[in-house]
């Protein structure tokens, strides 16, 4: 990936300190580096532990919000051309859960 700008910085910082925090065993999180952007997977299985965590949710992290689905799941994108690319891991992921 190119260097990060200064905004993209933060965003990746701020991803990255929620990917460590605390996660129950009803979610999880992940940020993954996928063709030159990072991807930030959050799902929070609907418990409300970590539904809390999202409350104090980082400005820098919003504006590269996504999308959301059912059962508590928020994908972020922070990178160039980030819609390709969530489309892309979208689909490798339903690939993947497909096989």
Same mark, same amino acid.
């Given at each position: 990936? #190119?260097?990060?700008?200064p905004?993209? %910085?933060?965003? &990746? $910082? #701020?991803?990255?300190a929620?990917?460590?925090?605390?996660?129950?065993?009803?979610?999880?999180? %992940? !940020?993954? +580096?996928?063709?030159?952007?990072?991807? !930030?997977? !959050?799902?929070?299985?609907?418990?409300?532990g970590?539904?809390? $965590?999202?409350?104090?949710?980082?400005? +820098? &992290?919003?504006?590269y919000?996504?999308? %959301? #689905?059912?059962?508590? !799941?928020?994908?972020?994108?922070?990178?160039?051309?980030?819609?390709?690319?969530?489309?892309?891991?979208?689909?490798? +992921?339903? +690939?993947?859960?497909?096989?």
């Open positions: 990936m #190119a260097d990060p700008g905004v993209e %910085s933060r965003a &990746l $910082a #701020a991803a990255r929620i990917v460590a925090g605390p996660w129950s065993d009803h979610g999880s999180a %992940s !940020l993954t +580096e996928y063709r030159g952007s990072w991807c !930030l997977r !959050l799902a929070t299985g609907g418990w409300s970590n539904e809390e $965590a999202l409350d104090g949710f980082p400005i +820098e &992290l919003r504006t919000w996504r999308m %959301s #689905a059912r059962g508590g !799941l928020h994908i972020y994108g922070i990178g160039r051309c980030v819609a390709d690319v969530i489309s892309d891991y979208a689909q490798a +992921e339903k +690939e993947d859960a497909d096989a």
